[in-house]
């Protein structure tokens, strides 16, 4: 009887038969082959690193980014602030300009700039060393005459102007009011010079005026009375003007300049004359001021002296018991002679725990012949510590020693004896 084999096991062994196994046939086939449990290849470990390190590359490069983001740009930026700012601090500094302030550096650029533009070498006026404000305040508080010649040298009518500062005319202004007219120029560039032309409302350029002081007489129920002087444009020449030759030159400064000049010049004198009286009346009334103050500290100081040799007196007074026996010796004391400033000489004996300044005490009241005249003091012990606390002893000599080094011993008098070399336990001293 034969066997029967199921259908499906018959179908699964005849597929497994008809899949056999290639075999290995050679070294290329080895390698193109991942057998289970085998090593990895060469390549294969070649390619992961590639891969680990195109990964860290890539991290190095976002971690550089951000690095170079947050931190060394705004340190750049930062650097580049603080060294302009340095920079700024430094040129203003040690490289000012000192023209930008300074009145008189103005004043030459000005002229320099003027003697460029001239065609020819000629005499310039002499023009003010200083800002208009102070040109202005010599008019005003000295009354002076005052030419502002304010310049544009883009402008074409410059050399008409030019030619009528350097003329002969204009020049001998200066020669015949030498004490009584000053001249003040200055070009658009300068600010000073842009304000005045401003507050004068002058409208074209170059521009020549005269100021000086001026006031009117106003009919008042007491008479006539004289305003306060004011400082008034009494003539000027501005913009375009018709100055060919000298002749017509001389003719604009004797219309627009000499002929105000002879106007006011008197009314000028008399203001000038009560500006004088003005000024010297300030002076008296200043020195008298300043008299009076010196005269008070006087009193004052002198008053202070009498009131601290009052109680210096009653200090000395006061302490008479307590040094009178410093001319007698006793134990751990200091024998010091003293010779005086009439070449007598004294010993005394000061306990080694004073001070210093004791010496110079006792000496006082020897001096003052204390010690003779029985003086007595009042005082109690706690009024006497009260009275005397802010007393500061001062003394009109000074104790030497004449052994090198000569040392002052008003400089140690806060020194206790048995601390001082010189005198202790026993030394000599000279009264200066």
């Known amino acids: 009887m034969a066997i029967t084999l199921p259908n499906w096991l018959t179908s699964y062994f005849q597929r497994s038969t008809t899949n056999t196994y290639q075999p290995i046939n050679n070294q290329q086939d080895i390698e193109n082959n991942n057998l289970p449990g085998s090593y990895p290849s060469e390549t294969d470990n070649q390619q992961l690193q590639h891969e680990n390190f195109q990964k860290l590359h890539n991290i190095l490069s976002k971690l550089t980014h951000y690095f170079n983001y947050i931190v060394i740009q705004p340190i750049i930026i930062l650097l580049i602030i603080i060294?302009?700012?340095?920079?700024?601090?430094?040129?203003?500094?040690?490289?000012?300009?000192?023209?930008?302030?300074?009145?008189?550096?103005?004043?030459?650029?000005?002229?320099?700039?003027?003697?460029?533009?001239?065609?020819?070498?000629v005499e310039l006026p002499p023009?003010?060393?200083?800002?208009?404000?102070?040109?202005?305040?010599?008019?005003?508080?000295?009354?002076?005459?005052?030419?502002?010649?304010?310049?544009?040298?883009?402008?074409?009518?410059?050399?008409?102007?030019?030619?009528?500062?350097?003329?002969?005319?204009?020049?001998?202004?200066?020669?015949?009011?030498?004490?009584?007219?000053?001249?003040?120029g200055g070009d658009l560039t300068n600010p000073e010079s842009y304000q005045l032309a401003n507050s004068l409302n002058v409208s074209k350029f170059p521009f020549l005026g005269l100021l000086c002081l001026?006031?009117?007489?106003?009919?008042?129920?007491?008479?006539?009375?004289?305003?306060?002087?004011?400082?008034?444009?009494?003539?000027?020449?501005?913009?375009?003007?018709?100055?060919?030759?000298?002749?017509?030159?001389?003719?604009?400064?004797?219309?627009?300049?000499?002929?105000?000049?002879?106007?006011?010049?008197?009314?000028?004198?008399?203001?000038?004359?009560?500006?004088?009286?003005?000024?010297?009346?300030?002076?008296?009334?200043?020195?008298?001021?300043?008299?009076?103050?010196?005269?008070?500290?006087?009193?004052?100081?002198?008053?202070?002296?009498?009131?601290?040799?009052?109680?210096?007196?009653?200090?000395?007074?006061?302490?008479?018991?307590?040094?009178?026996?410093?001319?007698?010796?006793?134990?751990?004391?200091?024998?010091?002679?003293?010779?005086?400033?009439?070449?007598?000489?004294?010993?005394?004996?000061?306990?080694?725990?004073m001070k210093i300044i004791d010496i110079f005490i006792y000496l006082d009241l020897l001096n003052k012949g204390y010690f003779n005249n029985k003086l007595t003091s009042n005082l109690t012990q706690r009024e006497a510590n009260e009275k005397f606390k802010d007393l500061d002893l001062r003394f009109d000599f000074n104790l030497i020693s004449?052994?090198?080094?000569?040392?002052?011993?008003?400089?140690?008098?806060?020194?206790?004896?048995?601390d001082c070399n010189l005198i202790y336990p026993n030394g000599l001293l000279i009264v200066e």
Not at 142 to 167: A, D, M
Not at 230 to 251: F, T, V
């Open 83 to 121: 060294f302009r700012l340095f920079s700024k601090l430094f040129n203003v500094l040690y490289f000012k300009d000192s023209t930008s302030d300074d009145p008189i550096s103005k004043v030459n650029k000005f002229i320099l700039n003027l003697e460029d533009n001239l065609t020819t070498k």
């Open 127 to 184: 023009f003010y060393q200083g800002s208009y404000t102070q040109a202005l305040y010599m008019a005003t508080q000295r009354g002076k005459f005052l030419f502002v010649f304010l310049n544009n040298y883009q402008n074409e009518n410059s050399t008409n102007y030019h030619s009528i500062i350097t003329n002969k005319t204009f020049l001998d202004l200066f020669k015949e009011y030498s004490s009584d007219i000053l001249i003040w």
């Open 214 to 353: 001026t006031r009117q007489t106003q009919m008042t129920p007491e008479g006539p009375k004289k305003t306060p002087s004011k400082i008034s444009l009494i003539g000027k020449i501005q913009g375009s003007i018709k100055a060919n030759n000298d002749e017509e030159i001389r003719s604009i400064i004797e219309n627009k300049f000499i002929k105000k000049i002879n106007k006011y010049s008197e009314e000028l004198k008399l203001i000038k004359f009560e500006l004088q009286n003005k000024y010297m009346s300030k002076i008296i009334q200043k020195q008298q001021e300043i008299n009076y103050e010196n005269s008070l500290m006087k009193d004052k100081i002198k008053k202070q002296k009498q009131e601290y040799e009052k109680l210096y007196k009653e200090y000395l007074i006061y302490n008479i018991p307590k040094y009178e026996k410093y001319n007698q010796q006793s134990d751990d004391c200091a024998k010091i002679a003293i010779k005086l400033k009439n070449g007598n000489r004294i010993t005394c004996y000061i306990p080694s725990n």
């Open 402 to 418: 004449p052994l090198p080094p000569k040392i002052s011993l008003i400089e140690i008098k806060d020194t206790l004896i048995k």
